[in-house]
Nanobody
Framework: QVQLVESGGGSVQAGGSLRLSCKAS????????MAWFRQAPGTEREGVAA??????YYADSVEGRFTISLDNAQNTLYLQMNSLKSEDTAMYYC??????????????WGQGTQVTVSS
């Protein structure tokens, strides 16, 4: 059974940084897409970054500010977020076994971790 547990969210001022973590268990070994999505109140869930080593994919809105990485030894997915903006405020979700940044293709999701950026 696949389980994804996010951590690392919090409140930060604009321009600050946060690193999100997603501990995965039961994910199929080998090449698979893992990704970060986010959803703000009243909006649709949007793809932020995805990884299928060695390839990475980013939303235009975070390109150059966010970095996705995967520690296979620790079964942990990371999202390093720098130069945070108020519009980055959302619930962030980890997802596994999908395709790039399309949420409809991901069958496995974590519970989410809240990121709040104050201006």
């Amino acid at each position: 059974q696949v389980q994804l547990v996010e951590s690392g969210g919090g409140s930060v001022q604009a321009g600050g940084s946060l690193r999100l973590s997603c501990k995965a268990s039961g994910v199929t070994s080998g090449r698979t897409n893992m990704a970060w999505f986010r959803q703000a109140p009243g909006t649709e869930r949007e793809g932020v970054a995805a990884i299928n080593e060695p390839y990475t994919y980013y939303a235009d809105s975070v390109e150059g500010r966010f970095t996705i990485s995967l520690d296979n030894a620790q079964n942990t997915l990371y999202l390093q977020m720098n130069s945070l903006k108020s519009e980055d405020t959302a619930m962030y979700y980890c997802a596994a076994n999908g395709w790039k940044l399309a949420p409809q293709y991901y069958p496995y999701w974590g519970q989410g971790t809240q990121v709040t950026v104050s201006s």
